[in-house]
C-alpha cells in the first residue's frame, strides 16, 4: 500500500521544485544583496604600531571614484576618533583630519597616530560624499603602541 503513493509524491515534489525554478528564472528573481562595509585591517581590538594599514572592504555596493553618482555604488571615508557619527543624507566634512575621503576609490591606505586608544569609524558614501548612515558604518578600536 505504501508504495502506491511514493511515485505520486515524487512526481509531485519534483514539480514543485521545477515550477520553483522555472518562475524565479522567468521573472529574474535573485536574493536580496547583504550591504555593508568592514574594515579587513586591522581587526577590532588589534594592537598597533602608530604608523599601520588599513585596508576596507564592502559588500553589495561598488567602489566608484568621487563625482559617480549611481545607486548601489560609493566610496570610503575613515573617521579617526569622531564623536559624531554621519547620519544617513548628510554629506561628510572635508578638510579635517579626523574625516579621510578615499575619492580614487581607495580601499586601503597607511595612517598614523599618537600612542594610546584610537576608534576608527569606515563610513561609505555616495559619490557626492553623502553618508549612507549607519547601515554602511562599521567602527573598530585600536591600540597604538
Not at 555596493?61 to 549611481?70: D, F, N, R, Y
Amino acid at each position: 500500500m505504501k508504495m502506491k503513493f511514493a511515485l505520486p509524491m515524487f512526481l509531485l515534489s519534483a514539480s514543485i521544485g521545477y515550477a520553483h525554478t522555472a518562475m524565479a528564472s522567468y521573472y529574474d528573481v535573485k536574493p536580496l544583496a547583504v550591504q555593508r562595509v568592514y574594515f579587513i585591517e586591522p581587526s577590532d581590538g588589534a594592537v598597533v604600531e602608530s604608523e599601520f594599514k588599513v585596508e576596507m572592504g564592502v559588500q553589495g555596493m561598488e567602489v566608484m571614484p568621487a563625482g559617480t553618482i549611481a545607486e548601489n555604488t560609493g566610496h570610503h571615508h575613515l573617521l579617526i576618533d569622531a564623536t559624531q557619527q554621519i547620519n544617513a543624507g548628510e554629506t561628510i566634512p572635508a578638510g579635517s583630519d579626523k574625516h579621510l575621503h578615499f575619492g580614487k576609490g581607495q580601499t586601503e591606505t597607511k595612517i598614523k597616530l599618537a600612542p594610546g586608544p584610537h576608534t576608527l569609524t569606515l563610513q561609505f558614501a555616495n559619490g557626492a560624499h553623502v553618508s549612507y548612515g549607519e547601515k554602511m558604518r562599521s567602527t573598530i578600536h585600536v591600540t597604538v603602541k
